[in-house]
């Protein structure tokens, strides 16, 4: 059996380690880069589980967000929960243009790989958000996840996804993703 070869992301204390051959990020694709500058928004890693065929896009936040939290509570989460439903919202757009074939789509797919070039079908599509997160916090990962879903929740379901999954990185190993703490 080949080796598969794999991609290492780090990234706000993660290190994330994916098949090289199914993954991407679009900050690495020149045509993203041109609209990024202009209020284009994407998430850190993307890639095609194929045990489980679904197309997995994953948003890392570091231990760093608490300590903005902690400086203004309201202002913190309203920031969070719009930060993220920018960044999914984005990242659907982006998909969207690139499965219907504008003529940005199709530049951002040569540099996407091709598993992921079409749309893969309603239920496919996992949003998860990680949130390095110590135990005095966990409570506020609740509250955070119903108010992301509540703004997204129309917008997701247009594209096949029931919720976005908000976790911490206890819940990420229970999950089996592939990250790690970056130390």
Known sequence: MAEVKVREIIESGFKVTV?????FRFEENQHYRKLSGIGLKEMDVGWWKSDSSKLIFLELKGMEIWKGYDKSKDN???YLVKSLKRKITDVLLMMAAIWIE???GKDMKTQLPEVVHQYPGDGSLKLIILIDTPDSRKPLLSPLKDAV???LAG???LFGVQHVTII???KANKMKLP???DE
């Open 102 to 104: 504008t003529d940005i």
């Open 149 to 151: 879903n509540n703004k």
């Open 155 to 157: 917008r997701v379901r």
């Open 76 to 78: 913190a989460h309203e």
């Open 168 to 170: 911490d990185f206890d």
């Open 19 to 23: 098949p090289e051959e199914t993954s």
């Open 179 to 181: 990250v790690t703490r």
